[in-house]
T-cell receptor
Framework: AQSVTQLDSHVSVSEGTPVLLRCNYS??????LFWYVQHPNKGLQLLLK??????LVKGINGFEAEFKKSETSFHLTKPSAHMSDAAEYFC??????????????FGSGTRLSIRP | DTGVSQDPRHKITKRGQNVTFRCDPI?????LYWYRQTLGQGPEFLTY????????KSRLLSDRFSAERPKGSFSTLEIQRTEQGDSAMYLC????????????FGPGTRLTVT
């Protein structure tokens, strides 16, 4: 069965330090993978997506993620955290590009807190 | 604003009442999705439409839930005989084309069943 596991429910970092949000996936084939962010009282927004092109994917607001097939991981990183990064982050599984399947599966989320 | 809109943003209802939510997708998007999100969890897929055709429904979508997209534009999600367990945020999203491409989400409708 296809799924994603976010390994940390809550991550707290100091402003200006690196951010690492961990995600592992389970899939019988190479999936599409996404990271979405949800700020309080705002809609979900796509940060970045992997669709079998480059394994290192750059997204908005300085975030990036690396697809590692050998580790079945798609961790989200940012070199320097900003207060505005405080939000809930979701790792999301989707069918490979070229598939007509449209369903996506969300992880349980990681709440990122930023300490001043 | 040409994003996905949802109405109402908040709904409080008594157990046993029926409620209906509306979603207006981005106008050129052919796919529309409904999700449910409870506190501390990620959104769970409920159903999706390609144009006016409902292509997939989750097992979460009991017989009390029905969704329509009559003209391939806006969609409605109705919950009949609401239960306290239906309290959640109901999210709508839309996308263009086929496959698991980028989905654009609305702000959600928060349902509270008392």
């Amino acid at each position: 069965a296809q799924s994603v596991t976010q390994l940390d429910s809550h991550v707290s970092v100091s402003e200006g330090t690196p951010v690492l949000l961990r995600c592992n996936y389970s899939s019988s084939y190479s999936p599409s993978l996404f990271w979405y962010v949800q700020h309080p009282n705002k809609g979900l927004q796509l940060l970045l997506k992997y669709t079998s092109a480059a394994t290192l994917v750059k997204g908005i607001n300085g975030f990036e993620a690396e697809f590692k097939k050998s580790e079945t991981s798609f961790h989200l990183t940012k070199p320097s955290a900003h207060m505005s990064d405080a939000a809930e982050y979701f790792c999301v599984w989707g069918a490979p590009m070229g598939s007509s399947a449209s369903k996506i599966i969300f992880g349980s989320g990681t709440r990122l807190s930023i300490r001043p | 604003d040409t994003g996905v809109s949802q109405d109402p943003r908040h709904k409080i209802t008594k157990r046993g009442q029926n409620v209906t939510f509306r979603c207006d997708p981005i106008s050129e998007h052919n796919r529309l999705y409904w999700y449910r999100q409870t506190l501390g969890q990620g959104p769970e897929f409920l159903t999706y439409f390609q144009n006016e055709a409902q292509l997939e429904k989750s097992r979460l979508l009991s017989d009390r839930f029905s969704a329509e997209r009559p003209k391939g534009s806006f969609s409605t999600l109705e919950i009949q005989r609401t239960e306290q367990g239906d309290s959640a945020m109901y999210l709508c999203a839309s996308s263009l084309g086929v496959g698991a491409g980028e989905q654009y989400f609305g702000p959600g409708t928060r349902l509270t069943v008392t």
